[in-house]
């Protein structure tokens, strides 16, 4: 009996991709092609900036609507440029032999780590010129952050890119750029844990507790779970072509080595903010309880 359940099991067909009726655009119009993965920055960007809005009109707020427009700018340029120098620094070192490529962003490849080096910069930079709290203003931004990375990871799905490696799982997937072997859709698995699950979060963190008057607390949290969400996701992924032989030698691939450092600064920053004192109204409200 158990015999033939396993073989009753083992003859489902993979899911193909292709018969999903997906396409990389929204439309096209001559040779212009709005593009899903532009889409996905687009609407993230301005998800955050709305967001962002409402979020700094509830008490104890660390900066003002201007400071809002200026750090959409400069994040903005911190996420496109960082996301493409760290892509060419860490993933695809060949494109320094012709330097020009690394600019030709509409050709794909970004790197989170490289963007997320960007609007670090960004958010130093505004916080600096108009005396900011830099970790207060990192807690505001990092709520928005994971809609942006769901966006772009279904987006990736949407494109039949980034496929995750071989597997019989009963929901495994052929991608037309991948062979005729089955494999993880770990585009859907990023886009849930790295983005979905990360945001729901946060959000709950941010409008039900009192965790925005802890300095750090809620981009300590989302850089722990971004971390420890991407080091498992990683497992799932297949390795970037260039980069296969590296995570055989090494045991983990760029994007799980490039990973542990978020880990261990989200672990540092999170027990710092617990152990501090509130700020704003959440130090009133602590005081008076």
Known sequence: MLSLLAASGSVADP??????????Y???VGGFQLR??????LVGLFFAYWHLSKMIKQPGAPMAQRHVDD??????????????LGYAI???PGLWSNPLDVLKLWEGGMSFHGGLVGVLIAIGWVSRRDELSFLRVCDYIAVNVPMGMMLGRLANFNNGELWGRVSDVPWAMVFP???????????????????????????????????????????GIFTLGIGLARFVNEFFREPDAQLADFAIQTGLSMGQWLTLPLILTG???????????????????????
């Not at 750090?71 to 493409?84: D, E, K, S, T």
């Not at 844990?193 to 981009?219: D, H, N, Q």
């Not at 903010?273 to 309880?289: D, F, H, Q, Y």
Request: charged share 15%; proline share 4%.
């Open 177 to 219: 750029r991948a062979g005729e072997e089955a494999r993880h859709p770990s585009q859907l698995y990023q886009a849930g844990l790295e983005g979905l699950l990360l945001l729901i979060v946060l959000l709950v963190l941010f409008w039900t507790t009192k965790a925005r008057y802890r300095p750090g607390l809620l981009v």
């Open 26 to 28: 929204l439309f096209e």
């Open 90 to 92: 860490f993933y695809n």
């Open 15 to 24: 899911i193909y991709w292709s018969d999903l009726g997906l396409r990389p």
């Open 71 to 84: 750090l959409f700018f400069y994040c903005m340029l911190g996420v496109i440029l960082g996301g493409r």
């Open 267 to 289: 672990l540092i920053v999170t027990l710092y903010a617990v152990r501090s004192e509130p700020v704003g109204s959440g130090a009133a409200s602590s005081k008076t309880a």
């Open 36 to 41: 899903y993965y532009s889409l996905a920055y």
